[in-house]
């Protein structure tokens, strides 16, 4: 069982940055894929980044490529997302999820009904 809990949301100017954390509890976070989606309203949650449990191959959406960053501190059980250059189509309440994938990895990391936990999500609201 892993528990989640998203923090460092808030309200950015158009171009200015933020980053999100990902805290967990649970013995065996360290070997859970960790994956960033967003959901704007009325719209679908999307993915955003993703993670493996080594810290190795983060990847990323087409539409924050180059703007964000993953990163994880398996010692301190968080995960992080590291927002550059926001727009206001960033805006969003972000969730971060856990999952196990292993060698499906690639095909894995990006499929929302695929991870087994999630946050409660964060609020990101970026002004014009």
């Known amino acids: 069982q892993v528990q989640l809990v998203e923090s460092g949301g808030g309200l950015v100017q158009a171009g200015g940055s933020l980053r999100l954390s990902c805290a967990a509890s649970g013995r065996t976070f360290s070997s859970y894929d960790i994956g960033w989606f967003r959901q704007a309203p009325g719209k679908e949650r999307e993915f955003v980044a993703a993670i493996r449990w080594s810290g190795s191959t983060p990847n990323y959406a087409d539409s924050v490529g180059g703007r964000f960053a993953i990163s994880r501190d398996n010692a301190k059980n968080t995960v992080y997302l590291q927002m550059s250059s926001l727009k206001r189509e960033d805006t969003a309440v972000y969730h971060c999820?856990?999952?196990?994938?292993?060698?499906?990895?690639?095909?894995?990391?990006?499929?929302?009904?695929?991870?087994?936990?999630w946050g409660q999500g964060t609020q990101v609201t970026v002004s014009s």
């Open positions: 999820a856990a999952g196990r994938f292993a060698s499906t990895y690639h095909r894995r990391f990006s499929r929302v009904e695929l991870y087994d936990y």
